[in-house]
């Protein structure tokens, strides 16, 4: 091979670039945002599942609940632990954690999301 030396660095500046996105996000991420909980939700020490599922899953939720209660009518919800919850954003949701500056956009921005939530529901008035 005449051209080893060439074909090397090329494939060095290849991988660096096609890594250097990743590498990038590593190091400008950060630690991940604690949501501050409104003094109702940290009162009920219980959202309505396990907060681990609910941080990794709640879109999944709420779109189960969304196609539910609009296309079946099932307006209500029972959780793991038996307690039933009114399958409402804005009711069920809000009602405990109603700083959605301080609760749902902290998250959501760190991890680059959009949510589509509030194309059809009245986004919240944020309390002073």
Known sequence: MYNKGKIIIGLVIFVVFFTSPFLY??????????????????EAKLCVEAKDYMVESHMQMLNQWR?????YGKRMYVATNGKEYVV??????????NNK??????????????????????????KK
Not at 28 to 36: D, Q, T, V, Y
Not at 67 to 71: K, L, N
Not at 88 to 97: A, G, I, K, P, W
């Open 88 to 97: 409402s954003l804005q009711n069920t949701c809000m009602d405990c954690h």
């Open 25 to 42: 996000g590593l190091v400008k991420s950060g630690p991940p945002p604690e949501p501050e909980l409104s003094p109702k939700a940290k």
């Open 101 to 126: 500056t301080k609760f749902c956009d902290q998250c959501h921005n760190y991890s680059g999301v959009d949510p589509y939530c509030w194309e059809c529901h009245i986004e919240p008035k944020e």
């Open 67 to 71: 196609d539910e209660a609009i296309r």
